[in-house]
């Protein structure tokens, strides 16, 4: 069984920093990719960023460019999502996302947050206030 747990969200002061975590079990982690998402108030999903643990890929979405740093770490079978600068705008609910296929789906061009994500994360606030 595939499991998808994040963890990390807080409220944090604007400035702020948060890492937020996902841990994945039941696939084989070097064959996923994470994806971050996010959904605030009365707005639509985002994608935030996303890691490719077979080929290294990276992506930010140009709202978190240059703020916020997702990274891996295989031998906790975990991608963090490192938060800096948070801003207002940044509150919402986030979620991680785990595809398996993303390398046969992006034909190898590595993760990106239009992939299809198969497996789900139930999601962990973040509130960054002003």
């Known amino acids: 069984e595939v499991q998808i747990v994040e963890s990390g969200g807080d409220l944090v002061q604007a400035g702020g920093s948060l890492r937020l975590s996902c841990a994945v079990s039941?696939?084989?982690?070097?064959?996923?990719?994470v994806g971050w998402f996010r959904r605030a108030p009365g707005k639509e999903r985002e994608g935030v960023s996303c890691?490719?643990?077979?080929?290294?890929?990276?992506y930010y979405a140009p709202s978190v460019k240059d703020r916020f740093t997702v990274f891996s770490d295989s031998a906790k079978n975990t991608v963090y999502l490192q938060m800096d600068n948070l801003k207002p705008e940044d509150t919402a609910v986030y979620y991680c996302?785990?595809?398996?296929?993303?390398?046969?789906?992006?034909?190898?061009?590595?993760?990106?947050?239009?992939?299809?994500?198969?497996?789900w994360g139930q999601g962990t606030q973040v509130t960054v206030s002003s």
């Open positions: 996302a785990a595809d398996q296929y993303y390398m046969a789906r992006s034909e190898g061009y590595g993760c990106h947050v239009t992939l299809t994500y198969d497996y």
């Open positions: 890691f490719g643990n077979t080929d290294g890929s990276t």
């Open positions: 039941g696939v084989t982690f070097h064959n996923v990719a």
